[in-house]
């Protein structure tokens, strides 16, 4: 939902709490958790898991190779529950033609850089980017070009926007700025 108006334009950016992310977190931890059971059951010689019988998997080769991918999965499965939790690349971006200032904020990780926040001057601004790939992994990224420093990404790279979206954004947020769009 942006919020705009003749002089202000408030954009919100989408972090890591997407229904895909929760998706995979979900079969990456129950997948491993399910490994690593497995693999303690040929320890213990028991089956923990009612529906899956551990009796014939021996400890030595399998059960140690089975309880060390469960926990693999489980420390990604974290990294990604994590992301989830913090909301990781969440944020807005603000153009504001009164004060002539255009802010860029986004969350990252706990810790020192965990607020990321940008001030350019709008006079700064140069043009707008559009990077579109084509293939099997489409890329389609908007980027502002500045004065003096590189290419700032307005929108996430690994959002999967169809090419009508990434030019209608393109071309409202150069009409707004006042600015050329560049295709590369």
């Known amino acids: 939902m942006n919020r705009r108006s003749k002089w202000l334009w408030i954009e919100p950016i989408t972090g890591s709490r997407k229904r895909s992310n929760f998706f ?67 944020g807005y971006n603000k153009f504001d033609k009164k004060k002539g200032i255009v802010c860029l904020f986004r969350w990252g990780f706990p810790g020192i850089n965990r607020r990321i926040f940008s001030r350019f001057l709008m006079k700064d601004i140069q043009m707008i980017k559009m990077e579109i790939q084509e293939g099997i992994s489409p890329r389609r990224v908007l980027y502002m070009e500045i004065k003096g420093r590189r290419d700032i990404p307005l929108t996430r790279t690994g959002d999967n926007v169809n090419l009508r979206e990434i030019e209608q954004k393109a071309a409202e947020s150069a009409r707004f700025l006042r600015v050329s769009i560049e295709g590369f």
Do not use: D, K, R
């Open 24 to 90: 995979w977190a979900c079969i990456l931890f129950l997948g491993s958790l399910g490994f690593f059971l497995v693999g303690i059951s040929s320890y213990f010689g028991e089956n923990f898991i009612p529906l899956l019988s551990s009796q014939q998997i021996l400890f030595v080769p399998q059960g140690i190779v089975m309880c060390f991918y469960g926990i693999a999965g489980l420390f990604i499965s974290s990294y990604l529950w994590c992301t989830i939790l913090f909301n990781v690349g969440s």
